[in-house]
């Protein structure tokens, strides 16, 4: 699961060891400590995704609520001061968009 906060993209993922954990990936390491400050990132150089922390799936899902709780803006993009990232979910954006207009007769 990807999911784009306004100071954090993150991919989520399953751990293999642990059905009751995920492994909650980042390309920057802020993006982690940004979502979750106390924990320890693991650094990943040769994996698509560098930086890494494990947390509950209960935890995850806390963060993501207090998030979701937290909204308040009514423009995503204008509410990220990262520039970089803002240029990342700008683009992604405008994939989406075209996506959207593939799929017209859909």
Not at 17 to 36: E, Q
Not at 69 to 87: A, C, E, G, P, R
């Amino acid at each position: 699961m990807w999911i784009c906060f306004n100071n954090a993209f993150v991919s989520a993922i399953e751990n293999i060891n642990n059905p009751n954990m995920l492994v909650i990936r980042a390309r920057h390491k802020d993006h982690l400590n940004n979502l979750f400050p106390d924990a320890t990132v693991t650094v990943t150089p040769n994996r698509d995704y560098r930086y890494r922390i494990d947390v509950t799936k209960q935890e995850f899902a806390d963060m993501v609520s207090k998030n979701i709780m937290n909204i308040n803006y009514n423009n995503f993009k204008k509410s990220v001061n990262d520039n970089d990232l803002h240029d990342l979910y700008a683009k992604f954006w405008t994939l989406h968009y075209s996506y959207q207009e593939w799929g017209k007769g859909a």
